[in-house]
C-alpha cells in the first residue's frame, strides 16, 4: 500500500489484525498441546492458559505416621518433607487445623495439641519432636498454602501410547490407522497416474465426456456409496476390514487423483513427448520414463491429499473396517469413543487427540508446498 | 494374519499387480494382437493406438463405476424399496414407490437436520470465505506473511475428529465453584456471566458452535486459493487506482474483489461440498442432540442405528440433490474450460 514513500498507517493496524488472527487460529490447538502435558489435577483446577505461570493452592498434605518416630537426644522425632526434593513449590503459610489453615509462616515452632512441637520450612521439610512417644495410627494433618512452579509432564503420552495394559491406548489404533493409510495412499496414485496419462496425451472418442464426468464424481457426496458397497463387500466376501477399507479409499480417491494428474500433466511440454513418439518410445515408456518422473509434484500433492484424508477419517473407517470385535480400531473412532466414556479426562482426551494429529501436522509443515501447489490445482476453475 | 504384514502385502500385491497389469497388456497389444511389422503395420499400429487408451483407463474406470457411480445408483433403488428379511433369513427388497420418502418427511428430526444443514450453508462458506479473504489480503505485502498463513492454514491438517476434541475443551463447562478450564466460560465469567453454560446444549446457538469447528479449518483453505487469486491480479489496474487516489479500502472492494470473483465462488462452491457431507464433526461432538442433527449424521443414524436403510437411502439422495447444482455447475466450467 505504501507506494512513493508514503508510509501508511494502516501498516501498524495490519501488523496486529494479521497477529489476532493467528493466535486467534493457534489458540485452540494450543490449548490441546498444552493440557496433553499436564496431570489429571492440574487440568481440572486451573485453565491451560495459566499453567504457564506459578499457581497457589490450598492444600491439606500428612506428616509421617507415628510409627516412623525415631528416639535421639532424648526426643521422639519424626522428620520428613511434604513435597519431593527440587520440586521448586514453595509454601507460604500453614497451618495445623482447618480453623486456622494459614496461622503461621513457614519456620515457626508451634505447640502440639497432644503435646511436643512442629515446625515446617518453606520447602515441605516438617520436624516434629516430643518428649514423650508419638501414639495414634495417622500422622498429623497439615493445612498448607502452596506456590507451585509450571509443571509438564510426560506420563499422559507414556499412558497412552506405551502402556501395554491399558487397554483404551493408542498404540494399536496408532498402527492400525497406519496400516489402512499407506496401501490406500499408494494403489490409487498408480492407478489414477496410467488413467491421468491417458485423458492427458492420448486421443480417443469419448475423451472430453470422461474428463467432465470425472469432474463430476469429484464433488459425489461419499454418503451415497454406503450401504450399497458395504452390501457389495458382504456378498463377495470381503466383508468388514482392511481390505474393504483400502477398496473404498482407493476408490474414493480416484476422481482427484485422475483430475489433478490430468491437469498437470497437460501442462507439460508437447515438445518431449512428440519428440520421443518420433525416436520410437512406446507409450508405455514415453510413461514410466517422461511422464512420471516429470509429474513428481503433482503426484506428490495428490499423495499428501490422500494420506491426510484417509489418516483423518472417520466414517469409512466406521462402515467398512471396524468389526463387532474391534480389533482394527483407527484413531479417530477410538478418540470418539474415548469423548462418549471418558469425557471429562481431559488428560486421556487431549493426549489421544494430539497422538493422531501429530504426525498430519508433522507432513503438513514439512510438505506444505505441495499441499497448496496441490490446492492450486485442485480447485476447480 | 498380522495387519502390517497384510499392509506390506497389500501394497506389494496393489503396485505389483497394478504394474504387471500395465506392463503385460501392453506387452500383449504390441507382441501378439497388432504386431506392428509386416504388411499391416500401418493398420495394426492404428488398431493399437485405439485400445491403449482403455488399457491404461481401464482400472481406474472399473473402480470409479464400482465405487462411486453404482453406488448413486443402487442408492436411488434402495430409496425406493423396503427391505424384508423372510423367516427363511434371506433378504428381499420391496418396491416401495416414494413411501421411504414419505416416512422421512414425516420426521421432525429430518427437517431439523435439513434446517440445521442450510444454516450450516448460509453461515460456513460465507464465514471461512470472508476470513480466508480477510488473511490473504493482510499478510500478502508481509514479511512474516508465509508464517502467518502456514498457522492459519495449519488446522486443514486436522482430523473433524480432533477438531471436535480441540473445540470441546474450548466449550468446557465446570460447576460454578470451580474454576473453569473451557476458555469460553472463562471468558464468558470473566466479562460478568452470572453462571457457566453448557454451550453445546444452548438450542440453535450450538449449531453455531459446531459451524465454528468446520469455519476454524476451512479458513486456511479459503486463504490459499484466495492469497494466489490476489498475486495474480495485475499491478497496474491497482497502480491506476491508487494514482486516481483511491483509498486501500477502495482498492480492495472495487479494484481487487471484482477481479477475483471467480475464485471467490470456486472457493465458495467447494466449501458448500464440504458442508452437505459434513458427518464427523456433528458425531463426535453431540451426535445431533440438542437440535444439532445434520443430514449426514442423520442418515448414518437411520443406516447403522435404526438399520432402515429405505429411509437411510432417501436421506443420502437427498444429500446427493443438493450436491447436484454444484456438479453441474462445475462439469459446465471444466467443459468451457477444455475447448
Known amino acids: ?381 | 494374519m498380522n495387519p502390517a504384514l497384510q499392509a506390506l502385502i497389500t501394497i506389494i500385491v496393489g503396485v505389483g499387480g497394478c504394474v504387471g497389469y500395465f506392463y503385460l497388456s501392453n506387452q500383449f497389444l504390441d507382441k501378439v494382437l497388432f504386431v506392428p511389422r509386416g504388411k499391416n503395420a500401418g493398420r495394426n499400429i492404428n488398431r493399437a493406438n485405439m485400445i491403449r487408451p482403455w488399457l491404461f483407463l481401464l482400472p481406474a474406470l472399473l473402480a470409479l463405476g464400482l465405487y462411486l457411480a453404482y453406488p448413486v445408483v443402487e442408492t436411488l433403488r434402495l430409496s425406493l424399496t423396503e427391505r424384508v428379511t423372510r423367516p427363511d433369513g434371506t433378504t428381499i427388497y420391496n418396491w416401495v414407490g416414494l413411501d421411504n420418502y414419505r416416512q422421512m418427511m414425516a420426521e421432525p428430526k429430518f427437517w431439523e437436520a435439513l434446517r440445521n444443514n442450510a444454516m450450516w450453508l448460509l453461515v460456513v462458506p460465507a464465514l471461512a470465505t470472508a476470513f480466508g479473504l480477510l488473511a490473504a489480503q493482510l499478510t500478502d505485502r508481509l514479511k512474516w506473511g508465509n508464517i502467518a498463513k502456514s498457522l492459519i492454514f495449519m488446522p486443514m491438517a486436522i482430523s473433524f475428529v480432533g477438531a471436535a476434541v480441540i473445540f470441546k475443551l474450548i466449550y468446557d463447562m465446570r460447576p460454578v465453584d470451580q474454576e473453569q478450564i473451557g476458555v469460553l466460560n472463562a471468558l464468558y465469567l470473566y466479562f460478568g456471566g452470572t453462571e457457566p453454560k453448557a454451550w453445546l446444549t444452548v438450542p440453535l446457538w450450538n449449531n453455531f458452535f459446531l459451524m465454528a469447528v468446520l469455519v476454524w479449518i476451512q479458513t486456511g483453505f479459503a486463504m490459499v486459493i484466495l492469497s494466489a487469486a490476489l498475486r495474480g491480479i495485475p499491478e497496474e489496474t491497482i497502480e491506476a487506482a491508487i494514482v486516481d487516489g483511491a483509498n486501500p479500502f477502495q482498492v480492495f472492494f472495487k479494484i481487487k474483489v471484482p477481479q477475483i470473483k471467480g475464485t471467490i465462488m470456486v472457493v465458495w462452491t467447494t466449501i458448500t461440498i464440504v458442508v452437505l457431507k459434513v458427518f464427523d464433526i456433528v458425531f463426535a461432538m453431540t451426535n445431533g442432540q440438542w437440535g444439532t442433527q445434520v443430514l449426514a449424521n442423520y442418515m448414518y443414524d437411520k443406516l447403522f442405528r435404526a438399520n432402515d436403510w429405505g429411509v437411510g437411502s432417501a436421506s443420502a439422495m437427498v444429500i446427493m440433490l443438493l450436491v447436484t447444482p454444484i456438479l453441474v455447475w462445475n462439469v459446465r466450467n471444466a467443459r468451457k474450460e477444455m475447448k
Open chain 1, 1 to 381: 500500500m505504501d507506494i512513493a514513500g508514503k508510509k501508511s498507517s494502516l501498516t501498524w493496524a495490519v501488523h496486529i489484525s494479521v497477529l489476532l488472527l493467528v493466535a486467534l487460529w493457534l489458540f485452540p490447538t494450543l490449548g490441546l498441546l498444552v493440557s496433553s502435558f499436564r496431570t489429571a489435577d492440574q487440568i481440572s483446577t486451573s485453565g491451560w492458559w495459566a499453567s504457564m505461570f506459578p499457581t497457589q493452592q490450598n492444600l491439606t498434605l500428612r506428616a509421617g505416621a507415628p510409627e516412623l518416630q525415631v528416639f535421639e537426644d532424648g526426643l521422639y522425632v519424626i522428620e520428613g518433607a511434604l513435597f519431593e526434593p527440587d520440586s521448586g513449590k514453595e509454601i507460604s503459610r500453614w497451618g495445623i487445623s482447618s480453623r486456622a489453615y494459614d496461622a503461621y509462616a513457614p519456620g515457626e515452632i508451634v505447640p502440639l495439641n497432644k503435646g511436643g512441637e512442629i515446625t515446617l520450612g518453606a520447602g515441605g521439610q516438617y520436624r516434629m519432636s516430643n518428649a514423650e512417644p508419638f501414639t495414634g495410627s495417622r500422622g498429623q494433618r497439615i493445612f498448607v498454602t502452596v506456590t507451585s512452579p509450571p509443571e509438564f509432564t510426560l506420563r499422559n503420552y507414556q499412558n497412552v501410547l506405551f502402556d501395554p495394559s491399558n487397554r483404551e491406548g493408542m498404540a494399536k489404533a496408532f498402527l492400525n490407522t497406519l496400516t489402512v493409510t499407506i496401501p490406500a495412499t499408494i494403489i490409487p496414485i498408480l492407478i489414477a497416474a496410467f488413467a491421468a496419462y491417458a485423458l492427458a496425451w492420448m486421443e480417443f472418442p469419448g475423451r472430453a465426456l470422461l474428463i467432465a464426468a470425472i469432474v463430476g464424481l469429484l464433488v459425489v457426496p461419499l454418503q451415497l456409496a454406503l450401504i450399497p458397497l458395504l452390501k457389495l463387500h458382504n456378498e463377495i466376501g470381503i466383508g468388514k476390514g482392511y481390505l474393504g477399507a483400502w477398496l473404498a479409499h482407493t476408490g474414493f480417491g480416484l476422481p482427484l487423483a485422475i483430475y489433478l494428474l490430468r491437469n498437470y500433466m497437460v501442462g507439460l511440454p508437447r515438445d518431449i513427448i512428440e519428440n520421443a513418439r518420433v525416436d520410437g518410445a512406446t507409450e508405455f515408456q514415453i510413461f514410466t520414463k517422461i511422464i512420471l518422473p516429470l509429474s513428481f509434484p503433482a503426484l506428490a500433492s495428490f499423495a499428501i491429499f490422500q494420506f491426510l484424508w484417509t489418516w483423518n477419517d472417520l466414517l469409512v473407517a466406521l462402515v467398512f473396517l471396524i468389526d463387532s470385535t474391534g480389533e482394527t480400531t483407527v484413531m479417530t473412532k477410538q478418540i470418539v469413543e474415548l469423548l462418549g466414556t471418558r469425557g471429562g479426562n481431559w488428560e486421556i482426551l487431549a493426549t489421544s487427540a494430539f497422538v493422531s494429529i501429530a504426525v498430519p501436522l508433522l507432513v503438513f509443515f514439512a510438505m506444505q508446498k505441495y499441499l497448496v501447489r496441490g490446492l492450486l490445482a485442485g480447485s476447480v476453475k
